[in-house]
């Protein structure tokens, strides 16, 4: 697969806009395990193998755990997850996959029995943050397998 288009070589202003709304999600006081584990699924979700093998590595060099990893396409029926982290992926379910039949009131009641009003919107926002960089990850055919985690970078320079 070869790429079609350097997404930050043609457009730094707005790669730098959409880093900016990470990074800003990773200032939020939600779990960097909780958006990365709603990365993942949402990448999941829409098939995004570059967003996929990045939030996965992510999710190993925090310590996550590979049986919960492997679980996620699953979550439903796994134990693996905390009722914060079940309410945070119907919600991730729900938004990414609006077209069947919006986000239910039944999801919204859920998730907000654990996230504060600000809590939600973060979430909401992470999981539209990862939506638009799955479709241009899509989209330009950025090529998965090269990601390193910073984790993994800051290690390897000790």
């Given amino acids: 697969m070869e790429p079609r288009i350097s997404f930050p070589k043609v457009t ?3 790669f730098q806009a959409m880093l900016d709304l990470s990074n800003h999600l990773g200032k939020s006081g939600l779990e960097e395990s ?3 584990l709603i990365c993942l699924r949402a990448s ?3 098939g995004c193998a570059y967003c996929i093998d990045m939030h996965w590595k992510d999710l190993r060099a925090a310590g996550e755990g590979e049986q919960r990893l492997y679980g996620l396409d699953a979550w439903e ?3 693996y997850y905390s009722d914060r982290e079940r309410a945070a992926l119907a919600w991730t379910d729900a938004v990414t996959n609006i077209r069947e039949g919006h986000v239910p009131d039944q999801v919204y009641d859920r998730v907000r029995k654990s996230f504060s009003e600000k809590e ?3 979430l909401t926002l992470a999981i539209t943050v990862i939506n638009s960089w ?3 990850n899509i989209a ?3 090529v998965p397998g090269t990601y390193q985690p910073a984790k993994a970078h800051a ?3 000790s």
């Fill in 12 to 14: 730094p202003g707005g």
């Fill in 34 to 36: 909780l958006l990365n």
């Fill in 44 to 46: 999941q979700i829409n």
């Fill in 77 to 79: 029926e796994s134990p």
């Fill in 120 to 122: 939600l919107a973060n």
């Fill in 134 to 136: 799955n479709r241009l």
């Fill in 140 to 142: 330009l055919r950025t």
């Fill in 155 to 157: 290690a390897a320079k």
